[in-house]
């Protein structure tokens, strides 16, 4: 859920560079390939709502290449651990990243930019390979209320097959570090028995915006929760459809 205590931050001149280049490796790494690009505004603020693998940086490769597809540099919510931990914190803020403040993510998006965030977050990336392909939204209304909030469309992304990139298995440890500290104790592993991320191909299958059913100053408790369902079951026809284009 998204909350409200920090601000975004403005990018470091120096570090996007670096950060672009280091996208551009991976997109070619796994050659990656985004569909339905067509199908997000060019003007307006846009709420990308995306799947969310251990890796994370399918989400990153879809912020990288959206200048070039859109002509638009999306911010990215970032997870609040990676900005407690030193220096990645840092690192973090320097790229662009911004922390999930309620109230920043609706003023960007009222101000015409795009926002992309995995509603899953940490919950959903730590998920054993038993479930992959898979998402779990489950009681994340964070970006549904800001999306109606800000009068702003949600535009799906699905990359199924960056559940790929790594095995992770089923661990009791797992389950408990999340519950119990919120920090993502995971047994995986990548490129035969090494952390390195395998060179799968990655599809990124975006959905046609779909726009709040009430203007924000009418937005209700109920009508998030509606409108959520909603949101949901679009997803789960949309991942299905993403599945069987990345087959």
Do not use: Q
């Not at 070039?68 to 840092?90: A, K, N």
């Not at 519950?179 to 952390?195: D, E």
């Not at 990655?202 to 109920?222: A, F, K, S």
Request: net charge positive; charged share 25%; glycine share 8%.
């Amino acid at each position: 859920m998204l909350g409200n205590d920090r601000s975004p931050h403005v990018p470091d001149a120096s570090a996007v560079p670096r950060w672009d280049a280091a996208m551009r490796f991976l997109r070619t790494y796994h050659a990656y390939e985004v569909i339905g690009a067509d199908r997000v505004p060019r003007t307006g603020g846009v709420l990308v709502a995306s799947t969310h693998s251990l890796a994370t940086y399918e989400n990153f490769l879809l912020g990288s290449i959206a200048t070039e597809l859109l002509g638009r540099r999306p911010y990215i919510v970032g997870d609040d651990l990676m900005f407690r931990i030193p220096f990645l914190g840092t690192a973090m803020r320097e790229i662009g990243l911004i922390s999930r403040d309620r109230d920043a993510v609706v003023e960007l998006l009222r101000k015409g930019e795009i926002v992309g965030l995995g509603p899953g977050g940490m919950r959903e990336s730590v998920r054993s390979s038993r479930h992959k392909y898979r998402f779990d939204w489950t009681g994340r209304l964070g970006f549904v209320r800001v999306s109606m909030l800000s009068g702003a469309p949600i535009v799906l992304a699905a990359c199924p097959k960056a559940d790929d990139i790594y095995t992770v298995y089923d661990s009791p440890a797992t389950a408990w570090a999340y519950r119990r500290l919120k920090i993502p104790l995971v047994l995986f592993r990548g490129v035969g028995p090494t952390l390195v991320p395998r060179p799968v191909k990655l599809l990124h299958v975006l959905g046609e915006p779909i726009y709040p059913p009430v203007p924000p100053e009418r937005v209700r408790d109920e009508d998030v929760e509606r409108h959520h369902r909603y949101v949901v079951d679009r997803m789960t026809e949309h991942m299905s459809a993403a599945i069987a284009l990345g087959s």
